[in-house]
């Protein structure tokens, strides 16, 4: 089952393009949208969140039209959405902020607002700071308040742009369990980090300069750098993409062969570089 | 209970809500109501908590607060009927039961029996409840000079059966 | 006070309602008296009931006490969560209050005092409600502007109201003021219509322009057109200058309709034009 489809999404700000030309569509799951900053992974994700619209390209989310304004209204009201950069009201309390977005998305009666609101705070873990003022409360605790918002009402897809970022291990962790508690529900989250990835989508879009270099499942990822990883106690390598010493004293290279190496297994996050760095190599060469 | 204890509050919620929450069931059939009313209560006890001085008994002081709580939503909704709680009297209560009567309201556990369900509710609600006629009248759905007249009569049967 | 308890099967018969009123009333004159069997009553609610209830307690003293603002537009009929966003909305907290307050009044009593200059207030009081809406539109001061606009009933009933939050108190100051300034008769045709329209043009021109541009654009325009036209009907800008009776050409009829004209115009195009998706900034409105 599809639930969220782009078509050859393009986007430009100013002079400069953001997307050019994306394709993909995924379902219920968690997909994660992997790339290097400036990639594009935000623009995309404000695109799907309905709050840009694209320059060209088609985009249907539960089989509706952002374009169209009843169907966008109808996407908003089954939709959850984190934003990279989710600003507050200092002077609201936790509970107020939220209670506040719950108004916005039609939770209108009161006492059942407020349960739901106790509900999602609870769920990230600041039911003991509700009351509290945003402005007292740490970087973390904000994001969590943004990821609580976004969970409001049960959205059938839930679009979180880093929502990792600024958590510490233990909060990640709870994260983790939290977004992939839930079935049938479709996830889309940005992130830089491939341990994410690694442990929570079951499918992955990797982004570059503003298009989709790769979309399947981690594992094929990591076979991207399928005989191209090699573990060698030298740091000189002209044909590795990238190298970089490990906690253990040795080499990593991913790339081509340095002299005296071991081939070793390659991860998702060797994929990934060899991806990013063979994009990069053909761009220039272009 | 100072502000910002809220297990303070827990532990009387735990204490209480269940008891309350029963009770209250047996005036209002409205399970939707009961279980407003429950929390409305304990907003109201964590609101009101300066005011319980400590003298008097809380579980007297939390219903005070819930039966008139549950008073308030019949005068903001229309009236939900009172369930006629229980018509069928087992055939014979148990010599437990008859103790139980007896202990806690003396020879008036028998007389109240012999009351008519009308009398007997109003006695129940301005009594046992511990409400005003007017109050009485509202949980009732019934005139206020009604509650009037059948407690009159139902002292005069009860003074009639005790003496 | 007793050393009686209740056997578990009379409190299963109490809690089921299998108990005449007799009866339950002994028992519950028991529980009031009896922790022991308070404790043993508790069973018989179910555990997910009370939780829930206790959840909807703690919900209940998180959630903000409405402020005698919001309880004044509940009372005046409006809806609980709209009088929320409504009083929730930046364009109503106290600084934005205070600071036009600030600047109507110093225009007032510039304008009142003797050989005072009521040329200042023409041209400042049908800007507020410009400013006003300007702020209620402008995404940018809304630090949240983002998780808002996704929900559903960010658009246009958003706007509308915050407009209106927005609008309304600024009106209301510039209403009092304008009495203080050119006396009861004139001070409403002196500058509510041009206000409005003022208002609705940079609403329109939203969808060209940000609509802080457009807001600022028109502050200039309109306060070198108040000068001008002063100028022209007295004569000489030395005399504007110096301060002079509000018999400007503002006040005449046809001024008035104009103003009247643009402002249907332009709310006409705001409404139609500017607030369509896409267009307002490049967003989904």
């Given at each position: 089952m599809t639930t969220v489809r782009f078509t050859d999404i393009t986007k430009r700000f100013a002079t400069t393009p953001a997307l050019s030309g994306v394709t993909a569509a995924t379902g219920p799951g968690i997909t994660g949208l992997l790339g290097p900053n400036g990639a594009g992974k935000t623009t995309l994700l404000r695109i799907l969140a309905t709050v840009l619209a694209p320059d060209h390209g088609r985009v249907e989310i539960l089989g509706l039209d952002p374009g169209d304004r009843e169907e966008r209204t109808e996407i908003r009201r089954r939709l959850g959405y984190l934003p990279q950069e989710a600003g507050f009201h200092p002077r609201f309390t936790a509970f107020e902020f939220v209670d506040y977005v719950a108004i916005l998305k039609e939770l209108d009666d009161r006492r059942a607002r407020h349960a739901e609101v106790h509900r999602v705070l609870e769920v990230v873990g600041l039911g003991n700071v509700a009351g509290k003022r945003i402005k007292t409360l740490s970087g973390g605790m904000r994001r969590?308040?943004?990821?609580?918002?976004?969970?409001?009402?049960?959205?059938?897809?839930?679009?979180?742009?880093?929502?990792?970022?600024?958590?510490?291990?233990?909060?990640?962790?709870?994260?983790?369990?939290?977004?992939?508690?839930?079935?049938g529900r479709t996830v889309v989250l940005s992130t830089h980090q491939t341990e994410d990835v690694a442990a929570l989508c079951s499918r992955v879009v990797v982004m570059d300069r503003g298009a989709v270099r790769f979309d399947g499942t981690p594992a094929a990822l990591a076979r991207v750098a399928s005989g191209r990883v090699w573990i060698a106690d030298t740091e000189a390598s002209l044909g590795a993409a990238v190298s970089w010493r490990t906690g253990d004293g040795r080499v990593r290279h991913v790339g081509n062969a340095p002299a005296g190496a071991e081939i070793a297994a390659p991860t998702l996050e060797d994929g990934y570089l060899l991806l990013i760095h063979q994009n990069r190599t053909d761009e220039e060469a272009a | 209970m100072r502000s910002g204890d809220r297990a303070a509050l827990a532990t009387l919620y735990d204490r209480h809500a269940p008891w309350l929450t029963l009770r209250l069931a047996r005036r209002c059939a409205d399970r939707g109501i009961v279980d407003e009313v429950v929390q409305d209560t304990f907003v109201a006890v964590w609101r009101g908590a300066a005011r319980f001085t400590g003298q008097g008994d809380v579980a007297a002081w939390v219903w005070g607060i819930g039966i008139r709580r549950l008073i308030d939503h019949f005068r903001k909704r229309r009236p939900v009927p009172v369930e006629s709680v229980s018509p069928t009297r087992a055939a014979t209560a148990s010599a437990e039961e008859e103790l139980l009567l007896a202990v806690e309201h003396g020879d008036l556990g028998g007389a109240l029996t012999k009351l008519s369900p009308e009398l007997r509710a109003v006695v129940q609600a301005t009594v046992l409840d511990g409400l005003t006629t007017r109050e009485a009248a509202r949980l009732l759905d019934i005139p206020a000079g009604t509650v009037k007249t059948r407690m009159m009569r139902a002292r005069i049967q009860l003074r009639e059966a005790l003496s | 006070m007793t050393t009686w308890h209740a056997e578990p099967e009379l409190l299963e018969r109490y809690a089921d309602g299998r108990t005449d009123d007799v009866l339950a009333a002994s028992v519950e004159a028991h529980l009031l008296a009896c922790a022991q069997c308070r404790g043993r009553v508790a069973a018989q609610v179910p555990a997910s009931r009370l939780r829930v209830n206790w959840d909807a307690v703690v919900a209940t003293l998180d959630a903000p006490t409405p402020g005698p603002l919001e309880r004044l537009l509940v009372r005046s009929g409006l809806r609980a969560s709209t009088a929320r966003l409504l009083a929730a909305t930046p364009t109503l907290r106290l600084s934005w209050l205070a600071s036009i307050t600030l600047a109507l009044a110093f225009a007032a009593v510039a304008a009142t005092r003797p050989g005072g200059a009521p040329l200042l207030f023409l041209a400042l009081a049908p800007l507020v409600p410009v400013v006003a809406v300007a702020i209620a539109f402008n995404p940018s001061l809304d630090p949240s502007s983002e998780m808002v606009e996704a929900t559903p009933v960010a658009g246009l009933r958003l706007l509308f109201l915050r407009t209106l939050a927005s609008l309304g108190p600024s009106i209301v100051l510039a209403g009092v003021a304008g009495r203080l300034a050119a006396g009861p008769g004139e001070s409403l045709a002196l500058w509510l219509l041009p206000a409005l329209a003022l208002s609705a043009l940079s609403l329109a021109l939203a969808s060209v322009v940000p609509i802080a541009t457009a807001a600022s654009a028109l502050g200039v325009l309109w306060t070198s057109g108040v000068v001008v036209a002063e100028a022209a009907a007295r004569g000489s800008l030395a005399a504007v200058a110096s301060g002079g009776d509000v018999e400007s050409v503002l006040v005449h009829l046809p001024a008035q309709l104009l103003a009247g004209a643009v402002a249907l115009l332009a709310a006409v195009v705001a409404t139609r034009h500017s607030l369509q998706p896409g267009q307002q900034n490049r967003r989904h409105a």
């Amino acid at each position: 089952m599809t639930t969220v489809r782009f078509t050859d999404i393009t986007k430009r700000f100013a002079t400069t393009p953001a997307l050019s030309g994306v394709t993909a569509a995924t379902g219920p799951g968690i997909t994660g949208l992997l790339g290097p900053n400036g990639a594009g992974k935000t623009t995309l994700l404000r695109i799907l969140a309905t709050v840009l619209a694209p320059d060209h390209g088609r985009v249907e989310i539960l089989g509706l039209d952002p374009g169209d304004r009843e169907e966008r209204t109808e996407i908003r009201r089954r939709l959850g959405y984190l934003p990279q950069e989710a600003g507050f009201h200092p002077r609201f309390t936790a509970f107020e902020f939220v209670d506040y977005v719950a108004i916005l998305k039609e939770l209108d009666d009161r006492r059942a607002r407020h349960a739901e609101v106790h509900r999602v705070l609870e769920v990230v873990g600041l039911g003991n700071v509700a009351g509290k003022r945003i402005k007292t409360l740490s970087g973390g605790m904000r994001r969590r308040l943004g990821l609580a918002q976004a969970l409001l009402a049960r959205p059938e897809v839930l679009l979180l742009d880093e929502p990792t970022a600024g958590l510490d291990p233990e909060q990640r962790l709870r994260f983790r369990q939290l977004v992939s508690g839930e079935h049938g529900r479709t996830v889309v989250l940005s992130t830089h980090q491939t341990e994410d990835v690694a442990a929570l989508c079951s499918r992955v879009v990797v982004m570059d300069r503003g298009a989709v270099r790769f979309d399947g499942t981690p594992a094929a990822l990591a076979r991207v750098a399928s005989g191209r990883v090699w573990i060698a106690d030298t740091e000189a390598s002209l044909g590795a993409a990238v190298s970089w010493r490990t906690g253990d004293g040795r080499v990593r290279h991913v790339g081509n062969a340095p002299a005296g190496a071991e081939i070793a297994a390659p991860t998702l996050e060797d994929g990934y570089l060899l991806l990013i760095h063979q994009n990069r190599t053909d761009e220039e060469a272009a | 209970m100072r502000s910002g204890d809220r297990a303070a509050l827990a532990t009387l919620y735990d204490r209480h809500a269940p008891w309350l929450t029963l009770r209250l069931a047996r005036r209002c059939a409205d399970r939707g109501i009961v279980d407003e009313v429950v929390q409305d209560t304990f907003v109201a006890v964590w609101r009101g908590a300066a005011r319980f001085t400590g003298q008097g008994d809380v579980a007297a002081w939390v219903w005070g607060i819930g039966i008139r709580r549950l008073i308030d939503h019949f005068r903001k909704r229309r009236p939900v009927p009172v369930e006629s709680v229980s018509p069928t009297r087992a055939a014979t209560a148990s010599a437990e039961e008859e103790l139980l009567l007896a202990v806690e309201h003396g020879d008036l556990g028998g007389a109240l029996t012999k009351l008519s369900p009308e009398l007997r509710a109003v006695v129940q609600a301005t009594v046992l409840d511990g409400l005003t006629t007017r109050e009485a009248a509202r949980l009732l759905d019934i005139p206020a000079g009604t509650v009037k007249t059948r407690m009159m009569r139902a002292r005069i049967q009860l003074r009639e059966a005790l003496s | 006070m007793t050393t009686w308890h209740a056997e578990p099967e009379l409190l299963e018969r109490y809690a089921d309602g299998r108990t005449d009123d007799v009866l339950a009333a002994s028992v519950e004159a028991h529980l009031l008296a009896c922790a022991q069997c308070r404790g043993r009553v508790a069973a018989q609610v179910p555990a997910s009931r009370l939780r829930v209830n206790w959840d909807a307690v703690v919900a209940t003293l998180d959630a903000p006490t409405p402020g005698p603002l919001e309880r004044l537009l509940v009372r005046s009929g409006l809806r609980a969560s709209t009088a929320r966003l409504l009083a929730a909305t930046p364009t109503l907290r106290l600084s934005w209050l205070a600071s036009i307050t600030l600047a109507l009044a110093f225009a007032a009593v510039a304008a009142t005092r003797p050989g005072g200059a009521p040329l200042l207030f023409l041209a400042l009081a049908p800007l507020v409600p410009v400013v006003a809406v300007a702020i209620a539109f402008n995404p940018s001061l809304d630090p949240s502007s983002e998780m808002v606009e996704a929900t559903p009933v960010a658009g246009l009933r958003l706007l509308f109201l915050r407009t209106l939050a927005s609008l309304g108190p600024s009106i209301v100051l510039a209403g009092v003021a304008g009495r203080l300034a050119a006396g009861p008769g004139e001070s409403l045709a002196l500058w509510l219509l041009p206000a409005l329209a003022l208002s609705a043009l940079s609403l329109a021109l939203a969808s060209v322009v940000p609509i802080a541009t457009a807001a600022s654009a028109l502050g200039v325009l309109w306060t070198s057109g108040v000068v001008v036209a002063e100028a022209a009907a007295r004569g000489s800008l030395a005399a504007v200058a110096s301060g002079g009776d509000v018999e400007s050409v503002l006040v005449h009829l046809p001024a008035q309709l104009l103003a009247g004209a643009v402002a249907l115009l332009a709310a006409v195009v705001a409404t139609r034009h500017s607030l369509q998706p896409g267009q307002q900034n490049r967003r989904h409105a």
